[in-house]
């Protein structure tokens, strides 16, 4: 009997706890955060913006960097004015290094904080966590970051260099300088796949070839093996692809050896997670890189990018990356876009940027390609040097995304949505 | 009773499903997605409340199923919604292929006798393999049908949740599919919570107490893990479906040390053994979660670690339980004290004992030439007995003389070295425990064994169970077995909750609930004043009746009472048997008794 | 295989076993000898690199950066321990849920304190040539570091007053109190003691790894593994679980492919639970 009677009270308060839970709730979803709603169309409101990156977890060795770069854009936006006399206000999430949190986000940009256009995502997981959503709700995304190329998506624009205009540069060059044979390591993941190929592909246009080319775990902290194979291999030239807070060991590790005097290294990816400071200045001296932009660019607008940043965040701030500047040109096509299109609506802007909008970078002009909604950018060859940064050794101006110009057109076809894969 | 209870719990589940479906349509659609999230790593969660909480596997393997639903959704999402313009099938294809994966992998850790930790690390190895082997398929190569498995990537182009309509598919908005989820979780929820009461979640729950009296009371262990590690892992394979229908998305990510961790975190917050736990511990952390990365601070995970911190060291039950306990303090009508506890023995001296259901014959007990190694130490090197049916017999002797090595090998505990076992005409060598409680053995172990949280009742009912596999037959059995027992009062409390000598009664009541015909008791009286070994050697008699009786004791004035035959062991043999009065008379037993002659001169 | 071929696989196949027993012998202290599963670990390994970092950059000469670092993160052990742990005894799933909390909060009080972005120190020594191979002679300090800290673990549990306690409260936890052993001290030193080795595997990983707040996630999943494979022994089965993990993972990474290698450990690990379900060390006469 008194079990019984125990059950039935114990039954009485799970409800009242669940009750009480809906109610709490219910409560948090009232105050979260307290944004205005419907600001959309009010004639000096100021604009609402989203961005959505990693500031906590594994990948803020990128997302700090590049969630500074934004807001010193929206503020740099400002002011010059603003967006057809609007002020923008930004509204960011943290997403904690974990996808679902992008698809969450991503939905509370679009719906709740009916936002004009939505920047962000790091890694590619976390771009087709965003895509989807984005799409659905029919809010302009761009993807700012370097990435593996090939995504073709109406409502998505992409500013990050693509493997085919990075190697483009890096390639030939390698392969002038050090000679013909190259060794690969490269990330075991979608990046590191796609850029091989295109390693594979302007080796041989250029007379060289690839020994061998090997993909590494992406939580692979130990290279003593490849390290190992690549000396097995003799190449004249090892080309790093690697990505990710764990790859850099192999770094630390490939100068522990001493292999970094004899032989030399190039990479597309060094330096975008500030790896040139894992090394000591005198182990770094001479690794290549190829990156649209290099901090010790000498153009006007690098200039005035370079003192504005180091006013905001103080003049220790380590070496600004590719990824922040590629965050930066993002807001600021979108704004010339805006502007041109006197408008923020979405199709308005896309027109606009189709159209062909460029604007002067820290990277120097970046233009979109509008049948691709890739952008036509300078890729830069740099070398690292005794202070732990880059010198630009090579500037190879106009790099058009060969790939993407080649399979995606979407002024002819505005339906396509897909992902080519070379 | 039972069926009360299923009525009530179907009851609270129709309204939590009206609640929940009206609020789902209710919100707005960035929060309905949201709350969607959450309801669904909230049936993750439960799926190992229910593996661990109840079934007391800690497998970090779930975030490894919910991955594998996830992915199962994904494909055959991909491959076939085209053609049959629904995903429901993609939604049962991600529980069965997650189940069947668990059962591989449950079979392959269950029979193989892992112990509890070492579940934690092969799961949690099991995981971190599919991570390493999921963030590998970069390569176009890899693929089923149309769908690229992309690496690290992931799978992308998730159908959402589609259900067939008479003009093509009915795609589910952000509020319909929380609605989905709701019901769907609703419904697994009311489903556990029913199987938790019937006699498939009784045995669990006792495997999950008391591995090795389960076994002894004739329940195959290993079969009931695997099952609920099944169950579990279809759960979680559902959740991992919905979850890629949710994000439409999935990526190795699911297969990460982070994402195994944090449903032991969200049921560790929520609170272990509560099916509601479940669902608050996952609004709580996610919700925290998601309010922080919306603050902009850095300090989003300084705030998350201290508060669970916060939660382990104030709350060490978990929300859900310190909550409920809270609130029956302060809303439940005092309740009467319970009568005051009658120690009562049992009225074994009359001879009624409960009647016995079945009809199974008492056997004969044989031991022939039983050798039992440990490392390098001989135990029992060659010890033969053989034991006529409806008798009593005692095994003395001193200590390491290799009668409780004799006793364990005639239970089962471990196999022989060398020699066989026999039960009627039965050669029993080679079963397990459990087989051999099946076939008729009741054993009851010099330690106290018994599921102290589950209640007296349930205790013995378990016992019951495993003869008349009728929830019905054995709730009678246990009733009159309580009656027996004058335990008819306390049936409802905690067995743990009992007193001492209780417990020893209790222990022979679970013996009796079995219907034995070879009883096995390990020093009976261990801890017992004369009153009560008087009375355990008058029910030992009445066990006899039905039963053959084999008893290990080395209390002398016991067996002396008792006046049945005896074999004493000595380093390993038999020595002497005989009635009690002949071996009192033989010299050499009384000189190793009390140690008067040196052993080697005995042996001599 | 040519000769230098097989040195410089050889000295690639004992670094690999050393880095295992460097990472993973303050967790079998601390699970070993207390059953607390600490889920910090990583994040002890990672206080330890960035201790380095900060003592190098002080000026400090890398060895005796490496040592203090090591002490430091005993001395962090000991607090932890004071703080939070002392709570929590017997209740194994509430330890796993506090170190949880307590390594989110380390990772984010190093990315605070340090910058979001990798570090490094150089690695100490030079390389040598062997043959067509260079090799660097940092991995005789590893090899020698993992001998060094199995020898320190084994004068401390067998030659200090310390050690007998703290052995006898593991094996009789119910007798430790009856000859007066002060279980609360015990407790503390050995938490202190487990973390101080967690901070020496991390000084040790600082010059060949990159130092980033993230980085004990990427050790942890190993660690452990090598733990529980090694089973009951703190000292016996961690070395020989690591011997034969370590061996495993690096020649299959070298004949075949990193990926290969991980996965083989991994699987390697499962089989051997599923044959040995109390560990390599559980049916062992001598347990340390």
Not at chain 1, 159 to 180: C, E, I, R
Request: one cysteine or more; hydrophobic letters at 45%.
């Amino acid at each position: 009997m008194s079990s019984a009677l125990t059950l039935r009270h114990r039954r009485r308060c799970t409800a009242i706890v669940a009750v009480g839970l809906l109610a709490l709730l219910t409560a948090c979803g009232g105050s979260g955060s307290g944004g205005t709603t419907g600001g959309g169309s009010g004639s000096s409101e100021p604009i609402k913006v989203g961005s959505i990156l990693d500031e906590t977890g594994p990948l803020n060795i990128y997302g700090k960097a590049m969630s500074d770069a934004t807001k010193l854009a929206i503020s740099d936006i400002n002011a010059k004015g603003g967006v057809n006399g609007r002020m923008l206000q930004l509204v960011s999430y943290d997403a904690q290094s974990d996808n679902a949190k992008y698809t969450q986000y991503a939905t509370t940009l679009a719906q709740k904080d009916k936002v004009a256009v939505v920047m962000g995502g790091i890694t590619s997981a976390s771009r087709e966590a965003i895509r989807p959503v984005l799409d659905r709700t029919k809010t302009l995304y761009f993807y700012n970051e370097q990435y593996e190329g090939g995504v073709c998506d109406e409502n998505t624009f992409l500013t990050g260099v693509v493997p085919s205009q990075q190697l483009a540069a890096l390639v030939p060059y390698a392969m002038n300088k050090y000679g013909k044979k190259v060794y690969v390591v490269a990330a075991d993941y979608n990046y590191g796949r796609i850029s091989t190929q295109w390693v594979e592909k302007y080796a041989s246009e250029n007379g060289g070839s690839v020994v061998t080319s090997e993909f590494i775990p992406l939580e692979s902290t130990d290279f003593r093996s490849v390290i190992n194979n690549l000396q097995a291999g003799r190449p004249d030239v090892v080309m790093s692809l690697l990505v990710g807070g764990n790859h850099i060991a192999f770094y630390r590790q490939y100068s522990s050896t001493g292999l970094i005097k004899t032989l030399p290294l190039v990479s597309a990816t060094f330096g975008l997670g500030n790896e040139q400071v894992v090394l000591s200045p005198a182990e770094d001296k001479g690794i290549v890189i190829a990156t649209p932009y290099i901090q010790s660019l000498d153009n006007p607008e690098n200039k005035r990018f370079v003192a504005l940043w180091h006013k905001q965040y103080g003049d220790n701030y380590p070496y600004i990356t590719d990824s922040a500047v590629t965050a930066w040109n993002g807001w600021h096509l979108w704004a010339a876009a805006a502007n041109a299109a006197k408008s923020v609506d979405r199709a308005a802007v896309t027109k606009a940027l189709e159209a062909g909008i460029s604007i002067d970078a820290p990277s120097g002009k970046v233009t979109m390609d509008g049948k691709s909604h890739h952008v036509i950018q300078n890729v830069s060859i740099g070398e690292t040097n005794s202070t732990q940064g880059f010198t630009v050794l090579d500037t190879k101006a106009d790099v058009p995304p060969a790939f993407e110009q080649e399979v995606c057109d979407l002024v002819a076809n505005p339906a396509t949505n897909k992902q080519f894969t070379p | 009773m039972t069926q009360r209870r299923t009525r009530s719990e179907l009851g609270v589940g129709a309204l939590l499903l009206i609640l929940g479906v009206a609020l789902s349509t209710a919100v707005p659609d960035y929060r309905a997605q949201e709350w969607a999230l959450w309801v669904i790593y909230g049936l993750l969660a439960l799926s190992f409340t229910f593996v661990w909480g109840h079934a007391g596997i800690f497998s970090f393997g779930q975030a490894a199923f919910f991955g594998i639903g996830g992915y199962a959704y994904g494909i055959t999402g991909i491959d076939l919604s085209g053609r049959t313009n629904e995903t429901l099938t993609a939604l049962v294809a991600a529980a069965c292929v997650a189940a069947i994966v668990a059962a591989a992998l449950g079979y392959f850790i269950f029979y193989g006798n892992v112990g509890d930790v070492y579940v934690a690390i092969i799961t949690l190895a099991v995981t971190l393999v599919l991570l390493t082997v999921m963030s590998s398929t970069a390569d176009p190569k890899y693929h089923v049908g149309a769908a690229a498995l992309g690496g690290y990537n992931g799978l992308v182009g998730v159908p959402p949740l589609m259900l067939p309509g008479a003009d093509g598919p009915v795609l589910l908005g952000s509020n319909a599919l929380l609605a989905g989820c709701v019901i769907l979780a609703v419904a697994v929820a009311v489903l556990l919570s029913i199987l938790r009461r019937r006699p498939f979640g009784r045995i669990v729950a006792g495997v999950r107490e008391n591995e090795l009296r389960t076994s002894l009371l004739g329940y195959d262990v290993r079969r009931y893990k695997l099952a609920s590690f099944v169950i579990g892992g279809a759960v979680a394979g559902l959740a991992g479906g919905l979850y890629a229908a949710w994000g439409l998305f999935i990526n190795p990510a699911v297969f990460g040390l982070q994402q195994a961790a944090l449903v032991a975190i969200w049921v560790l917050v929520g609170g272990r053994d509560s099916i509601l736990g479940a669902f608050v511990g996952v609004a709580f952390v996610q919700g925290l979660s998601s309010t922080l990365g919306g603050s902009g601070g850095s300090a989003t995970p300084i705030v998350l670690g201290a508060v669970l911190i916060a939660v382990v060291l104030v709350l060490p039950r978990g929300m859900v339980p310190s909550a409920t306990a809270l609130l029956r303090r302060f809303l439940a009508p005092p309740r009467s004290s319970p009568e005051p506890a009658t120690a009562a023995a049992p009225d074994a001296l009359r001879p009624e004992m409960p009647t016995r259901a079945n009809t199974m014959a008492p056997q004969s007990i044989e031991a022939v030439d039983l050798h039992k190694t440990f490392g390098g130490v001989q135990a029992l090197r060659g010890a033969s007995l053989s034991l006529p049916a409806q008798s009593v017999h005692c095994l003395i002797g001193p200590n390491g003389a290799g009668k409780s090595t004799c006793f364990n090998l005639l239970a089962g505990r471990y196999g022989p070295t060398k020699g066989r076992v026999r039960m009627g005409t039965t050669d029993i060598t080679r079963l397990r425990p459990d087989q051999r409680a099946r076939l008729g053995m009741g054993i009851k172990l010099q330690v106290p064994s018994f599921y102290a949280t589950l209640t007296a009742y349930e205790n013995v009912w378990l016992a019951g169970y495993v003869r008349h596999r009728d929830a019905r037959a054995a709730g009678e059995r246990a009733h009159a077995v309580l009656a027996w027992l004058g335990l008819t009062a306390r049936a409802g409390e905690d067995a743990g909750s009992l007193s001492h000598g209780e417990h020893q009664w209790l222990e022979i009541g679970m013996v009796v609930a079995g219907e034995p015909v070879v009883v096995l008791l390990d020093e009976p009286t261990a801890g017992m004043g004369r009153e009560e070994t008087l009375r355990t050697v008058d029910l030992i008699r009445a066990l006899a009746v039905d039963a053959t009786v084999v008893v290990v004791e080395h209390d002398m004035e016991f067996v002396r009472v008792l006046d049945a035959p005896v074999t004493m062991f000595h380093e390993g043999r038999v020595f002497a048997s005989g009635s009690i009065s002949e071996l009192r008379a033989d010299e050499q037993v009384l000189d190793i008794y009390l140690g008067r002659t040196s052993t080697a001169d005995v042996a001599g | 295989m040519h000769g230098d071929q097989l040195v410089n696989f050889a000295a690639s196949l004992l670094t690999s076993v050393a880095l295992l027993v460097v990472i993973s012998l303050g967790l079998a202290v601390i699970f070993g000898m207390m059953g607390v599963i600490n889920l910090a670990h990583g994040e002890f390994l990672m206080l330890g690199a960035f201790f380095t970092l900060s003592g190098v950059r002080a000026g400090l000469n890398v060895w005796l950066a490496m040592i203090a670092a090591a002490l430091a993160v005993g001395l962090v052990g000991l607090a932890v321990e004071r703080l939070l742990i002392q709570f929590l005894y017997g209740r194994l799933a509430a330890t796993m849920l506090a170190t949880w909390g307590l390594s989110l909060i380390l990772v984010q009080v190093v990315v605070l304190a340090y910058g979001p972005a990798t570090q490094g120190i150089p690695t100490p020594l030079g390389a040598v040539r062997v043959g067509r191979y260079s090799l660097s002679e940092y991995n005789l300090v590893l090899i020698g570091a993992a001998l060094l800290l199995l020898a320190v673990v084994f004068l401390v549990f067998t030659r200090t007053r310390y050690g007998t306690m703290a052995r006898a409260a593991t094996q009789l936890p119910d007798m430790a109190g009856a000859v007066g052993i002060n279980a609360r001290r015990v407790n503390m030193l050995t938490f202190g003691f487990g973390a101080a080795l967690a901070g020496a595997g991390g000084a040790l990983l600082a010059p060949v790894a990159g130092v980033v707040p993230s980085m004990g996630q990427a050790y942890v999943g190993r660690a452990f593994m090598t733990v529980v494979v090694g089973g009951p022994g703190v000292l016996t089965g961690t070395a020989t679980a690591a011997g034969l993990l370590g061996s495993v993972d690096s020649l299959v990474s070298n004949v075949f492919s990193s990926f290969l290698g991980t996965a083989s450990l991994l699987l390697v690990a499962i089989v051997l639970l599923r044959l040995l379900p109390t560990g390599i060390s559980g049916r062992w006469r001598r347990q340390l």
